[in-house]
């Protein structure tokens, strides 16, 4: 593949690859990357560069249904108390009514 010189300054020469995308070397002729070749490019009106809009709409939907999810948990987790609460009354009026039952046979 070769390299075509697109420009060349005193700091920087930029190349086209074969592949159609740029490369940067700096003026010791090592390559330069990251933000500092987006940034040159940028400057060099090569490439254009666009910041990711932010879905605001979306993160108060995905709040809300967060919201919703938490609603139904906390309303069942008090039925759920009462129910552990009735149930060792349950068992003891069970065994109030079996000792009755004994003492009932013991007196005959």
Do not use: C, F, H, W
Request: proline letters at 5%; aromatic letters at 2%; zero cysteines.
């Amino acid at each position: 593949m070769a390299m075509k010189l697109v420009k060349k300054t005193d700091e920087y020469s930029i190349y086209r690859r074969g592949d159609e995308r740029y490369a940067v070397q700096d003026a010791n002729k090592k390559a330069v990357n990251g933000e500092e070749k987006a940034r040159i490019l940028v400057a060099e009106d090569l490439i254009k560069v666009t910041l990711p809009a932010k879905p605001v709409v979306e993160e108060v939907a995905e709040t809300e249904a967060v919201a919703e999810e938490v609603s139904p948990v906390e309303e069942e987790a008090p039925a759920e108390a009462a129910q552990a609460e009735e149930a060792p009354a349950e068992e003891a009026s069970q065994a109030d009514a079996l000792t009755e039952v004994v003492a009932e046979e013991g007196d005959k």
